[in-house]
């Protein structure tokens, strides 16, 4: 559905550089990203405002590089909705409509079904003035939906929301994409947001694609420390490889796990380690560990927004680590969640993963 | 709170005053009886209807090449824009008699430019034209500067999502960007209306015949005194006051509506 080939594109001092990417009919997905990295841009170009320096952009097998944003066919929405202040709420659903010239009639039916649909209509007489954050979101998605684009681009839609109408939100745009089967090209700097919605991950850093594909795959293999961070893996270990070992200021960890008859191997790694992988109180079978060892607990914060306890363990050689246990789990081991008390845990192998440490530095 | 809102007030006021004692003084000293005769004077009423017109064709051309120069001042990043910038906002500093010789120069029967013109019959010398033209050269910033700010205040991502809705450039800046900063414009070409009927140094200069209401009440006050220049003045400033009110409150109650 949308191809981009080697896109390359100035704005100022910040440039997109050689960015490819393949979207393939009625796939989610998510750019995932921190602020300034050039994600708006990127959908900026995609939707024709920004001429590229160099490469291609295909549009449903068409070239369409070169093509003025009204004859791409995309719809986008800004993380400000931006909805025509000048014009109802039927004014701006329409606005598309009457540029094509589809008669009155059909614009009306088209209007109320998309209105129906995203359950607006008692809306459609208002001004966008006095319309709350998330009926202006529908408001702006029923405006680019109405078209019926090749594809939809989100540009942070959920950033300015609250966190209630933010979860309603989210399920809605899944429920859009599953109904409508739209291809929907959608950008956030929000982890869980990137992965409740989305069945393809970009990665983007300084203008760049850093790894894309499926967000598990995403966040299990990450190609460097920078994706490893941006998807939320918070815990990593310089190694050294050492006759098939590794070796850590913690100990030698279980290496078969990790590379898998790898033989290729650098000499000095940085090992992965989601969260959810360290275990405290290790209740599992030993093979399922690649390390054990006792660490001391530097912190215990419960976290209000998700409703997990954070965990932070240190080694005596340095290495700090973070694992999240829920509510439950945290009052099974309260009397050992205490500062400075020091508890067993082990690294649960399936979760763990390593990249080149050259890259890391 | 209170206190800054004296402060505040006081200052404020003292600003009215100094505008309003003289126009006051003025309009209640006049003799009514030489007032209604200059009401029905006709070289007064020519003269009044003179300005009116040429300010406002002056104002109606500019909005024709000033709105998009505002557009574009506006929306674009080029080299030179502050250049282009500061060309727009000259006219205000210059002395206007000055304005008005550079106009006489250019536009004037010695300049290749003031004869192209005469050779399709327009001379800007002692004519409408000319009142017009100087007319516009010294107000032209009040329009250009209050249209940019109007487009200023349009975010330019409606316009983006305009053309990926299918609007090409000029559907998007008319049925977006124009239709949102129009009054930004309406209130810029009231002012420079405004500024164009009240011009006299470079009027003078390229057309002194036919004779503006400025011109007509320096004229009276340098051949007849200040017992019929006054007036003619008042009649000036009651009209004046009488038509803006009226464009203010028309542009207000759209805004309303």
Request: glycine letters at 8%.
């Amino acid at each position: 559905m949308l191809r981009l080939e080697g896109i390359s594109v100035r704005l100022g001092d910040f440039r997109l550089r050689d960015i490819s990417l393949h979207v393939r009919a009625g796939a989610y997905l998510t750019l995932l990203g921190p602020t300034g990295t050039g994600k708006t841009a990127l959908l900026e170009t995609i939707a024709g405002v920004h001429k590229p320096l160099s490469g291609r952009i295909h549009i449903n097998g068409r070239d369409a590089t070169h093509l003025a944003p009204e004859k791409r066919h995309l719809g986008i929405v800004y993380q400000d909705y931006a909805l025509f202040p000048h014009l109802t709420v039927f004014q701006n659903i329409a606005f598309g409509l009457r540029l094509k010239g589809v008669p009155e009639r059909k614009i009306k039916g088209a209007v109320d079904e998309m209105a129906g649909f995203l359950e607006i209509r008692p809306l459609l007489k208002r001004s966008p003035g006095r319309l709350s954050g998330g009926e202006r979101q529908r408001v702006a998605l029923a405006r680019a939906l109405v078209l019926e684009p090749y594809v939809l681009l989100l540009d942070e839609p959920l950033s300015a929301l609250d966190r209630v109408t933010r979860s309603r939100i989210q399920k809605e745009l899944k429920r859009i994409h599953t109904q409508l089967g739209v291809t929907i090209i959608h950008i956030t700097h929000n982890l869980a947001e990137a992965f409740f919605l989305a069945d393809h991950l970009a990665v983007m850093k300084d203008g760049c694609i850093l790894q894309e594909g499926a967000p598990e795959e995403v966040c299990r293999r990450p190609a460097d420390r920078s994706v490893a961070e941006l998807v939320g893996i918070e815990n990593l270990i310089t190694a050294k490889v050492k006759d098939n070992r590794l070796v850590t200021v913690m100990g030698d960890v279980d290496s078969q796990k990790i590379f898998a008859g790898r033989d290729d191997l650098p000499e000095r790694v940085c090992l992965t380690l989601p969260g959810w992988s360290i275990e405290i109180f290790p209740a599992g079978k030993p093979q399922d560990y690649i390390w054990q060892g006792n660490l001391s607990i530097s912190s215990v914060y419960p976290m209000n927004d998700t409703g997990m306890v954070e965990v932070t363990l240190v080694h005596n050689g340095g290495e700090s680590l973070k694992t999240y246990l829920s509510r439950r789990e945290a009052k099974a081991m309260s009397p050992y969640l205490k500062t400075g008390t020091t508890v067993p845990v082990g690294f649960l192998g399936k979760g763990v993963h390593w990249v080149p440490q050259e890259v890391l530095i | 709170m209170k206190n800054f809102r004296i402060v505040i007030s006081g200052l404020s006021g003292i600003l009215v005053l100094i505008i309003v004692i003289p126009l006051v003084r003025m309009v209640f000293s006049a003799d009514p009886g030489v007032l209604r005769s200059t009401i029905n004077d006709p070289e007064v009423v020519q003269s009044i209807l003179l300005t009116l017109r040429a300010a406002l064709w002056a104002t109606l051309s500019c909005i024709l090449f000033g709105v998009p120069l505002a557009y574009a001042l506006a929306r674009w990043r080029f080299p030179g824009t502050s250049i282009v910038q500061g060309i727009v906002d000259l006219p205000v500093m210059i002395p206007h008699t000055a304005a008005g010789i550079a106009l006489l120069m250019v536009y004037g029967r010695e300049f290749f430019l003031g004869k192209t013109f005469s050779l399709v019959g327009i001379s800007f010398t002692g004519t409408e034209f000319g009142i017009s033209l100087a007319m516009a050269f010294v107000s032209l910033p009040f329009l250009v500067n209050a249209a940019r700010d109007g487009f200023l205040s349009v975010d330019p991502r409606l316009e983006r999502v305009a053309r990926t809705l299918g609007a090409s450039p000029w559907q998007a800046f008319f049925k977006v960007s124009l239709a949102l900063s129009w009054r930004s414009i309406l209130s810029g070409a009231i002012m420079m209306w405004a500024r164009g009927i009240a011009e006299f140094g470079a009027v003078i200069v390229l057309a002194y015949h036919p004779m503006i209401a400025p011109i007509l009440i320096w004229e009276r006050l340098e051949n007849y005194g200040l017992k019929y220049a006054r007036p003619v003045a008042v009649i000036l400033i009651l009209l004046c006051l009488l038509i803006f009110s009226a464009l203010r409150w028309l542009s207000r109650q759209k805004k309303e509506v």
